[in-house]
T-cell receptor, first 113, second 119 residues
Framework: DVKVTQSSRYLVKRTGEKVFLECVQD?????MFWYRQDPGLGLRLIYFSYDVKMKEKGDIPEGYSVSREKKERFSLILESASTNQTSMYLCASKRDRPNYGYTFGSGTRLTVV | AQKVTQAQTEISVVEKEDVTLDCVYE???????LFWYKQPPSGELVFLIRRNSFDEQNEISGRYSWNFQKSTSSFNFTITASQVVDSAVYFCALSEYFDYGGSQGNLIFGKGTKLSVKP
């Protein structure tokens, strides 16, 4: 069964910590995405990558960075975690063509205290 | 610019009722894809359907049906005889049809509709 795997389901970190959220897909998809989801705000795109070592800012990149050194792995980095980054983080991947839409991971609920 | 509007933020029904989730989209493209995803309380978004703009035929899958109307730019989702397991957040999404890489082909999501089905 094809999968997008996020390394942690729940994570609690302290303010100021550097946080890594990992996402791995086994479908050889070219594109990978990081979203955050907050009540009432829907899904907001943080960053995406359409190729290895390529990254593009989404709608809310501030306070985040990403890394894609290998095709299957896309990491989201919070350089200095803050309480307003407490959220649900969702990773997704997509093939270029044909466009079958996204396959999502099960999400990481991050709490910054 | 592309946009997806799900005007219903939350809907609550009693089991066995029929319920329709609305989705209205905006795009200047003549060819595009539309999607529905379900997000149960566990958190993972699950793909339900993809429809291309060439095909306006309605689709039925068990208790689920989708009504695509290009004339009104709508792609509504109906659950017949709802069940408690249908309780979830449902997202409608839109993407370009021709994906030449980069951000083309990225999905534009609505804000979601939270459906609660009570026993």
């Amino acid at each position: 069964d094809v999968k997008v795997t996020q390394s942690s389901r729940y994570l609690v970190k302290r303010t100021g910590e550097k946080v890594f959220l990992e996402c791995v897909q086994d479908m050889d998809h070219e594109n990978m995405f990081w979203y955050r989801q907050d009540p009432g705000l829907g899904l907001r795109l943080i960053y995406f990558s359409y190729d290895v070592k390529m990254k593009e800012k989404g709608d809310i990149p501030e306070g985040y960075s990403v890394s894609r050194e290998k095709k299957e792995r896309f990491s989201l980095i919070l350089e200095s975690a803050s309480t307003n980054q407490t959220s649900m983080y969702l990773c997704a991947s997509k093939r270029d063509r044909p466009n079958y839409g996204y396959t999502f991971g099960s999400g990481t609920r991050l709490t910054v205290v | 610019a592309q946009k997806v509007t799900q005007a219903q933020t939350e809907i609550s029904v009693v089991e066995k009722e029929d319920v329709t989730l609305d989705c209205v989209y905006e795009t200047r493209d003549t060819t595009y894809y539309l999607f529905w995803y379900k997000q149960p309380p566990s958190g993972e978004l699950v793909f339900l359907i993809r429809r291309n703009s060439f095909d306006e035929q309605n689709e039925i899958s068990g208790r689920y049906s989708w009504n695509f109307q290009k004339s009104t730019s709508s792609f509504n989702f109906t659950i017949t005889a709802s069940q408690v397991v249908d309780s979830a957040v449902y997202f409608c999404a839109l993407s370009e049809y021709f994906d030449y890489g980069g951000s083309q082909g990225n999905l534009i999501f609505g804000k979601g509709t939270k459906l609660s089905v009570k026993p």
